[in-house]
């Protein structure tokens, strides 16, 4: 059974930095891609990064160069690393995992998702 928890969110003043992590269990990074989506108050859940086991990974162009995603493969552990944190980056944050190793941005996609942890940004 796979299941994916994350952890790390919280409140943050303009220009800080969190870490989220997901731990997965039931599942292989040599079978599975992971992604990071965030959903804000009455908006649709959105594409943040995408990692793969092949090394391929995705952004969207509003967290380019201030996010980082990143895979512990030992670990089974999956890391958005955000800093230099907008008040628009608030959001419940959603770790999820599609079979295969192509980086997609629609949920649609994905085929597990965690519960989501939320991460406030005051200006």
């Known amino acids: 059974q796979v299941q994916l928890v994350e952890s790390g969110g919280g409140l943050v003043q303009a220009g800080g930095s969190l870490r989220l992590s997901c731990v997965a269990s039931g599942l292989s990074f040599s079978n599975f891609g992971m992604g990071w989506f965030r959903q804000a108050p009455g908006k649709e859940r959105e594409f943040v990064a995408a990692?793969?086991?092949?090394?391929?990974?995705s952004y969207r162009d509003s967290v380019k160069g201030r996010f980082t995603i990143s895979m512990d493969n030992a670990e089974n552990m999956v890391y958005l690393q955000m800093n230099s944190l907008k008040f628009e980056d608030t959001a419940v944050y959603y770790c999820?995992?599609?079979?295969?190793?192509?980086?997609?941005?629609?949920?649609?996609?994905?085929?597990?998702w965690g519960q989501g942890t939320q991460v406030t940004v005051s200006s």
């Open positions: 990692n793969s086991w092949t090394g391929s990974t």
């Open positions: 999820a995992a599609r079979r295969g190793s192509v980086v997609l941005w629609n949920p649609d996609s994905y085929d597990y």
